[in-house]
């Protein structure tokens, strides 16, 4: 596989990454505005712990899209 396959593979797992962040972190905010309408206490935890766990979804990708970004530079350089 030549240097610009693999650059071009990288790009496009890049994409997919952003587009999956992007989707946890709309994900959360959806989930948070329904916990001011949940009466039930427990309801509420269970819809913070939800939207906790999408934020650490969404950074886990994050940390992700700095590697990919990183080896596309190395990529790049050759």
Do not use: F
């Not at 396959?5 to 999956?20: C, I, M, N, P, Y």
């Amino acid at each position: 596989m030549n240097g610009n396959a693999s650059t071009q593979q990288l790009r496009a797992e890049l994409r997919e990454v952003e587009r999956d962040m992007e989707d946890a972190r709309k994900t959360a905010a959806d989930i948070r505005l329904g916990v001011g309408e949940a009466e039930d206490p427990a309801d509420r935890g269970a819809l913070i712990q939800a939207a906790d766990e999408q934020d650490n979804l969404a950074d886990q990708m994050v940390m992700r899209r700095e590697d990919l970004l990183r080896r596309i530079a190395e990529a790049e350089r050759g």
